[in-house]
């Protein structure tokens, strides 16, 4: 079964760190998708792409709200996607979700519309 499962969300004071862990099905990393991408949704605000990375190179994009804060890895053989999120801001609060997709242009990466495999999301709460 296609799927992606998001872990390791919660609430933390500003300052503070989480990690993020996206659990991939093998048909999603190996076949499904060339970029695996995190995003975040806040409440009556757009979904914003936060980081991505190129599982074949490792290559990443990070967003430029988030750059020097937030990293994101691969552990290749677990298909496994970490989003590691330093020095967190009250501002960073969202829902944060995981997802796959087919992306051609690295200029593209954190585009949500390339991307068709998404998780339930994992909720990161930062107070001031």
């Known amino acids: 079964q296609d799927q992606l499962v998001e872990s390791g969300g919660g609430s933390v004071q500003a300052g503070g760190s989480l990690r993020l862990s996206c659990a991939a099905s093998?048909?999603?990393?190996?076949?499904?998708?060339?970029?695996m991408g995190w995003f975040r949704q806040a409440p009556g605000k757009e979904r914003e792409g936060v980081a991505a990375i190129r599982t074949s190179t490792g290559d990443t994009h990070i967003s430029d709200s988030v750059k020097g804060r937030f990293t994101i890895s691969q552990n290749k053989s677990a298909a496994t996607v970490y989003l590691q999120l330093n020095s967190l801001k009250p501002e960073d609060t969202a829902m944060y979700y995981c997802?796959?997709?087919?992306?051609?242009?690295?200029?593209?990466?954190?585009?949500?519309?390339?991307?068709?495999?998404w998780g339930q999301g994992t909720q990161v709460t930062v107070s001031s």
């Open positions: 093998r048909d999603i990393y190996m076949y499904g998708a060339n970029y």
């Open positions: 997802a796959g997709g087919s992306v051609w242009s690295g200029s593209d990466a954190l585009r949500p519309m390339y991307y068709n495999y």
